[in-house]
């Protein structure tokens, strides 16, 4: 019933974000032909670079989506955050099905046609045109259609750029744990496969039919080439100011407090590209230029981006922030939002009071008979798992399992896992009755919250310097805890809560 609930409340935005999803999907199967069809008459008719080729599409299936748009963000005009980077990375995965059943498709004419064929005095230009495509179209085409059907499912993806789509409420979902939001981008998805699917195979069968017309089909792709257009230069307003965040709901909270007081405080307009998928994902957007701002946290900065040694002094860890970001990148850390976000070790509140655990040195004689759950980012970063087992000495009876960081916490609370790493201001953790184990050999860095801002967007826009200051230590542990579990337990919308925030201790 909340489910229904929240599809009619958000029928606006569902459709919204429907139609973004369905010129995604449709641009990329556009450019996906316009590139995999040559390439596949090349394939079959040079049988030589055809291994090459479909090697290549092979090859880029394997590739990690996140990693693939990782790399993409810092090129200049493929990169970047938003549509452009999605589109290159999601065109990439759309050509091996039409690659491979274009060249299927011509080298499956029958040889009785291609002699017949050269016996009326056709040039190989003549025989591809009137002779080998035309059969083998319906073969092509069903290239196409599995593309597209894919394509409704990897282009959720997208949102971890910032490009949208039904992905936005999937990517929410999973970091707020909140079933309703994820149905709300999974159902519809499904529903446009099933339709799109239903339609092209409609097509399919008729080009089949030799005596129907292919106008609508060429109408259908010209709009689609128009459109792509549109997606790939979009109008940008000289006075933008982008806002990035990172993918779990204290960066959604973040991130919406900042462009609501840039809002409040300026005449400048804000785009959103909240729910980017972690700190490379959003550190590379900053210096790409791609957004303008987003929050970061000391430690994670000084370890997990600049990748210097562990400073414990949280005065002497930010100076150092600050200095290395402006003289590499020419980017302004902030003032300190007044709350630090550090690690937090956690077992559930039940084994705590029966082992007696208050540190993380008391638990260090259980883990061998323990599993552990970390997040991507904790097993990868030296501020992470493998600095922590090396200062405390935890030895676990299997290697860790590897989730999302906010499934973690589930896992934990259904005995999935028996310790996990996850953040100090999560509402989850009272929530979930969890326990925080203290750091007492002081193994993690100082992590407050500190605004990323490029230098180039301040000069621009000084009134947006005097809106940031503005927020410097008004922010309490406490409070953002507060501001978590009214999102994450009470499935209140990021915007309101930052909202009500902001109207309390910026008053207005």
Not at 407 to 415: D, N, S, V
Not at 475 to 497: Q, S
Request: proline residues 5%; aromatic residues 8%.
């Amino acid at each position: 019933m909340k489910t229904l609930h929240f599809f009619a409340e958000h029928r606006q935005e569902m459709l919204g974000l429907t139609g973004e999803h369905l010129l995604l999907v449709a641009i990329y199967t556009l450019i996906g032909a316009i590139a995999g069809i040559p390439l596949g008459v090349i394939a079959a008719h040079r049988p030589r670079f055809g291994k090459w080729i479909l090697g290549f599409a092979n090859v880029v299936q394997t590739i990690p989506s996140l990693a693939l748009f990782g790399f993409l963000i810092p090129l200049p005009f493929i990169g970047g955050v938003g549509s452009r980077t999605a589109l290159v990375a999601l065109v990439l995965y759309a050509l091996l099905p039409i690659v491979r059943n274009t060249a299927t498709g011509i080298t499956g004419v029958d040889p009785v046609m291609r002699e017949a064929a050269l016996g009326l005095g056709l040039t190989p230009r003549q025989m591809l045109w009137m002779v080998e495509l035309p059969l083998a179209r319906g073969i092509i085409f069903a290239g196409l259609r599995v593309a597209t059907v894919v394509n409704v499912g990897v282009a959720t993806i997208a949102a971890a750029v910032g490009a949208g789509g039904l992905g936005m409420y999937i990517f929410r979902g999973v970091s707020m744990v909140d079933n309703r939001l994820i149905l709300a981008g999974a159902i519809p998805a499904a529903l446009l496969a099933l339709v799109l699917d239903f339609t092209l195979g409609q097509i399919e069968s008729s080009l089949k039919n030799q005596r129907r017309s292919s106008f609508p089909l060429l109408s259908f792709f010209g709009v689609l080439c128009a459109s792509v257009v549109i997606m790939l230069f979009p109008r940008s307003h000289v006075s933008t100011i982008v806002v990035g965040g990172k993918n779990f709901t204290e960066q959604l909270i973040l991130g919406e407090i900042l462009a609501q007081q840039i809002e409040s405080h300026t005449a400048l307009h804000v785009e959103r590209r909240l729910n980017l998928a972690g700190s490379l994902i959003a550190h590379q957007a900053l210096i790409a230029g791609e957004i303008d701002m987003y929050v970061e946290y000391v430690g994670t900065a000084l370890q997990g981006v600049l990748k210097l040694p562990l400073i414990t002094d949280p005065d002497a860890a930010a100076a150092r922030v600050r200095s290395e970001y402006a003289s590499r990148w020419g980017i302004e850390a902030g003032q300190s939002l007044g709350f630090e976000n550090t690690f937090a070790v956690l077992v559930r509140g039940e084994d705590a009071r029966r082992l007696h655990l208050g540190t993380i040195t008391d638990a260090v004689s259980y883990t061998p008979k323990w599993t552990a759950g970390f997040g991507y980012e904790f097993m990868e970063r030296e501020d992470g798992f493998p600095g922590l087992s090396r200062v405390y000495g935890l030895r676990f009876a299997a290697p860790p399992k590897v989730l999302d960081l906010t499934l973690t916490y589930r896992a934990l609370a259904g005995k999935q896992v028996d310790l996990i790493a996850g953040n100090s201001t999560d509402g989850l953790i009272p929530a979930l009755n969890l326990t925080q184990l203290a750091d007492d050999r002081h193994y993690f860095p100082p992590y407050q919250a500190v605004t990323l801002v490029r230098g180039s967007t301040l000069a621009a826009h000084p009134e947006v310097r005097a809106a940031l200051d503005a927020l410097a230590d008004k922010i309490a542990a406490d409070e953002m805890r507060r501001m978590n579990a009214a999102v994450d337990l009470d499935h209140r919308e990021p915007r309101d809560v930052a909202a009500q925030f902001l109207r309390a201790s910026m008053r207005y």
